[in-house]
Structures are given as structure tokens and as C-alpha cells.
T-cell receptor, first 114, second 108 residues
Framework: DAGVIQSPRHEVTEMGQEVTLRCKPISGHDYLFWYRQTMMRGLELLIYFNNNVPIDDSGMPEDRFSAKMPNASFSTLKIQPSEPRDSAVYFC????????????FGEGSWLTVV | SQQGEEDPQALSIQEGENATMNCSYKTSINNLQWYRQNSGRGLVHLILIRSNEREKHSGRLRVTLDTSKKSSSLLITASRAADTASYFCASTGNQFYFGTGTSLTVIP
């Protein structure tokens, strides 16, 4: 299996622009997670889906952030408008219930907002 | 953090020594897992211990779990320079939060 695939790997954008991060989970996995990692706040769970349905979005910082999972093989995390404080590494991850929910991470999308 | 804390935040040891990292969590758990993150990479699963287990081994890794204290420890024996990374604990099942991580440096 190719693992969790994220794109883009790196993005530099100007403040106010829309940012869309994409994720393809491991085939057959029924959970999908979006995490954000910064030096100051560590690894934060933003939102997770189970069978394409958002279950917990309490970690989404504010209305500028939105996430969708239109099907089992694709998810997006959108920031609109972006701000410099959104600069971080955004990880997508997936897991399969019944396996202890071992979480498999992508390599991350490194976002810099200037 | 959303979940809890790892202790220490940073650890530096000589190659061949043992490294012990501790994790405290806030809520009841189904499983407790440990992950490793090399610089610039995603997290990689190391070992899972279920809430009804107290100790588990995998190669040079030993994990203990004390649900009464809501704590876990990860021991890496005979450390190698390649073990240099950050290590995180996570509770999974009902929640999926990670701790703050321990940065381990193994000096050759």
C-alpha cells in the first residue's frame, strides 16, 4: 500500500489567500484525521471522520478552517482566508477500527503563510 | 495539550544507554500507543498496549501502563544513534489525542 498521501508537501502563500490541503487515506481505512503540528502547541487534533462523517471537529481553530470528506478515498482541509499564525505542518492520518486504531500518518503538508 | 504530557521534554544519552520516557494522559482509554517522529517526517507507530495490559515488549522497546495513575512509560534499551527522534504517546479508541512528545538525542 502507498500509505497516506498528502499534497502539497510544501506551500508558501500570502496572507488572505485560500489554502487547500488534500489527503488520500489508506484504502479500507474507516477513520481519517487531520492534525496540526507547531513548536508552540505540539500536535493538535483538528478533526476526524469515521466512514466519511465528521465526528469531532472541536479542535478546528475557527470558522476559517473547514474540512470535507466527500468519499472514502479523499479529504480536504481548507483555510480561508489564511493568516500567518496558520503556518504549521498539517498531517493527515488514517486508521482502521478493530486494529486498535493504529494511526498511519502522511508525510505532512508544510504551510507557510507570509 | 489536548491529551497530556510526556516527561521529560528532552533527553540526551550516550549510545548504548537506556532511555525512559513517561506519558500521562487525562481520560480513560481503550489503548495507549507510542509513536516516533524523525525530523521532518510523519509519525510512525511503534507499539500498542491495551487498557487491560500492564506491560508489553517489542524488540528493544518495553512499554508499561498504569491505568490507575493514567500513565505509561516507554523504555528503549541499548540505544543507538538512529533512535534519535521525538517520541509521542497517544490514547486511541474513543479519542485520538497525542501528548507533547519527548525529544530524544542519542550521542554516538
Amino acid at each position: 500500500d502507498a500509505g497516506v498521501i498528502q499534497s502539497p508537501r510544501h506551500e508558501v502563500t500570502e496572507m488572505g489567500q485560500e489554502v487547500t490541503l488534500r489527503c488520500k487515506p489508506i484504502s479500507g481505512h474507516d477513520y481519517l484525521f487531520w492534525y496540526r503540528q507547531t513548536m508552540m502547541r505540539g500536535l493538535e487534533l483538528l478533526i476526524y471522520f469515521n466512514n466519511n462523517v465528521p465526528i469531532d471537529d472541536s479542535g478546528m481553530p475557527e470558522d476559517r478552517f473547514s474540512a470535507k470528506m466527500p468519499n472514502a478515498s479523499f479529504s480536504t482541509l481548507k483555510i480561508q482566508p489564511s493568516e500567518p499564525r496558520d503556518s504549521a505542518v498539517y498531517f493527515c492520518a488514517s486508521s482502521l477500527e478493530g486494529s486498535g486504531n493504529t494511526i498511519y500518518f502522511g508525510e505532512g503538508s508544510w504551510l507557510t503563510v507570509v | 495539550s489536548q491529551q497530556g504530557e510526556e516527561d521529560p521534554q528532552a533527553l540526551s544519552i550516550q549510545e548504548g544507554e537506556n532511555a525512559t520516557m513517561n506519558c500521562s494522559y487525562k481520560t480513560s482509554i481503550n489503548n495507549l500507543q507510542w509513536y516516533r517522529q524523525n525530523s521532518g517526517r510523519g509519525l510512525v507507530h511503534l507499539i500498542l498496549i491495551r487498557s487491560n495490559e500492564r506491560e508489553k515488549h517489542s524488540g528493544r522497546l518495553r512499554v508499561t501502563l498504569d491505568t490507575s495513575k493514567k500513565s505509561s512509560s516507554l523504555l528503549i534499551t541499548a540505544s543507538r544513534a538512529a533512535d534519535t527522534a521525538s517520541y509521542f504517546c497517544a490514547s486511541t479508541g474513543n479519542q485520538f489525542y497525542f501528548g507533547t512528545g519527548t525529544s530524544l538525542t542519542v550521542i554516538p
